[in-house]
């Protein structure tokens, strides 16, 4: 059904010197171990998107594998084994002098939130069931990759988040181009304010998450008064009023960062929690200045971060210059108070 990548077994021990070569070429950094059947339709799947996958049918081999030399870049472990239990081998990889760092996923044909509470709990990295995506899978195993600097995993291209397209990217750059040379005056005499009310840098820099998990230094007016506990200051609540404090982000959208429309880059402890199947899909598309999360916190502000959350999904699937073009005029329509957002 798929290719079985033999790189252990009784008869073919891996020997020091394939060991020394693949620490040079990276060979086993790109395979997934697979410990469960065979024909399992999660392994047949990422098979068949690229992914090498080195298959063993039990927890004493899988282990061994790993005792041998193999350092794949993620190990999906079905929950329940003939010999073993997913949680069993976790605690055991994790006893290896360089195995914290391997991404750990437990899969199941079925989950139950008791079920996920456990794994989660077990120190499992995430959950899989036979309906997981090759896509999805690709972009979340990479930001845990990048996130623990774990091997490096290259996500084939079937797994890849989608490339921003040229007619989306030409639009940034004119749109941020002119966006900053217009709101100069105004971004200057903003800093000036920032900096006049209270010392310490003009702008805020964060690490926030965006399009496949990609991490990047977010920028913000500042508007929090310096120190641990230094909450807003009036300045600063006036320019989150009237969202002033977004505009260095027009910098992020010509470094590209982010998007002019897009989903809300997330900081890193809230990314970390959006890597199952549920909610990684809204990281295939960038990272925006504006977007449905942005719109629907001003329209609907009794909205949960549930519903957000599918909102974000649901553009990442259907985003395209129709649905961009629509959120620039919701966002309009929001900002100046327009009939046509409150009729929506």
């Known amino acids: 059904m798929w290719s079985h990548t033999v790189l252990f077994s009784r008869k073919n021990r891996i020997s020091p010197q394939s060991r020394a070569e693949a620490a040079v070429t990276g060979e086993y950094s790109h395979t997934l171990l697979w410990i469960g059947p065979d024909a399992h339709p999660l392994a047949a799947r990422l098979a068949g998107s690229g992914y090498a996958v080195h298959a063993e049918a039990s927890a004493f081999r899988g282990f061994l594998a790993l005792q041998a030399g193999l350092r794949p870049g993620a190990i999906l472990c079905m929950r329940r084994l003939p010999d073993s239990s997913a949680y069993e081998l976790l605690e055991r990889v994790r006893s290896l002098p360089d195995g914290s760092g391997i991404p ?22 995430d959950i899989l069931s036979p309906a997981s995506e090759a896509q999805a899978f690709g972009v979340r195993l990479r930001f845990l990759q990048q996130h623990r600097s774990a091997w490096a995993l290259p996500a084939p291209p079937s797994a890849q988040a989608r490339e921003v397209p040229a007619g989306k990217r030409l639009f940034d750059l004119a749109a941020a181009g002119l966006g900053l040379l217009l ?24 690490k926030r998450v965006g399009r496949g998990y990609q991490i990047f230094d977010f920028y913000k007016l500042r508007t929090r008064r310096p120190g641990p506990e230094g909450g807003a200051s009036p300045i600063g609540r006036w320019l989150q009023r009237s969202s002033l404090d977004d505009l260095p982000q027009l910098l992020n959208v010509l470094k590209g960062d982010m998007s002019i429309v897009g989903n809300r880059p997330l900081a890193l402890r809230e990314a970390e929690q959006l890597t199952t199947d549920q909610w990684s899909a809204r ?59 409150s009729g929506r």
């Not at 009794?302 to 649901?314: M, N, P, S, W, Y």
């Open 183 to 206: 709101a100069s005056p105004l971004l200057l005499a903003a800093a000036a304010l920032v900096r006049l009310h209270s010392p310490g840098p003009v702008l805020e820099v964060s």
């Open 283 to 341: 990281f295939l598309a960038p990272a925006g200045i504006t977007g449905p999360w942005q719109i629907a916190r001003r329209r609907q502000p009794g909205l949960t971060k549930e519903d957000r959350r599918r909102l974000e999904v649901a553009y990442a699937r259907e985003a395209g210059p129709g649905t961009d073009l629509r959120l620039l005029w919701e966002t309009i329509c929001v900002l100046f108070k327009l009939p046509a957002a």
């Open 104 to 125: 750990f996923f437990a899969v199941a044909d079925t989950w139950t939130r008791e079920d996920k509470r456990k794994a989660l709990a077990a120190g499992a990295d």
